[in-house]
C-alpha cells in the first residue's frame, strides 16, 4: 500500500519559517516530479512547487524567493523550506508525487499525503 506521509506544519509568527516533509511508502518502483500544494479556506487548491526527477524545481509566484523545494531519493522525501512567512500563506499543504508502482508498465499513478497545517500569524 503506498502512503505519502507529512510532517513539519503548524503555528508560526509572521517572518518565521517552516519545514515541511512528506515520505512516500509502499510498493513503489520509483518516484518521479513531486510536489507540494496548497488550499486555504473557501478556496481552490493551488500549486505550491514542484520538482521533477531530475531536480528541475518550479514555484508559485506567490513564494518563489521564500520556499525552496528539495528531494531526497534515498529517503523517497520531498521536503518545503518556508522562509518570510505572510499569513496569506496559511493554509493546509498537500504533497503530491507521480509514482511507478508496476514494475513491467511505465504508467505513473498520482498520490496524495493527507495534508498538514500551516497558520502564519499577524
Known amino acids: 500500500q503506498v502512503q505519502l506521509v507529512e510532517s513539519g506544519g503548524g503555528l508560526v509568527q509572521a517572518g518565521g519559517s517552516l519545514r515541511l516533509s512528506c515520505a512516500a511508502s509502499g510498493s513503489i518502483v520509483s518516484i518521479n516530479a513531486m510536489g507540494w500544494y496548497r488550499q486555504a479556506p473557501g478556496k481552490q487548491r493551488e500549486l505550491v512547487a514542484t520538482i521533477t526527477g531530475g531536480g528541475s524545481t518550479n514555484y508559485a509566484d506567490s513564494v518563489k524567493g521564500r520556499f525552496t523545494i528539495s528531494r531526497d531519493n534515498a529517503k523517497n522525501t520531498v521536503y518545503l523550506q518556508m522562509n518570510s512567512l505572510k499569513p496569506e500563506d496559511t493554509a493546509v499543504y498537500y504533497c503530491?508525487?507521480?509514482?511507478?508502482?508496476?514494475?513491467?508498465?511505465?504508467?505513473?499513478?498520482?498520490?496524495w499525503g493527507q495534508g498538514t497545517q500551516v497558520t502564519v500569524s499577524s
Open positions: 503530491n508525487a507521480a509514482l511507478k508502482i508496476i514494475v513491467t508498465m511505465p504508467n505513473l499513478f498520482n498520490y
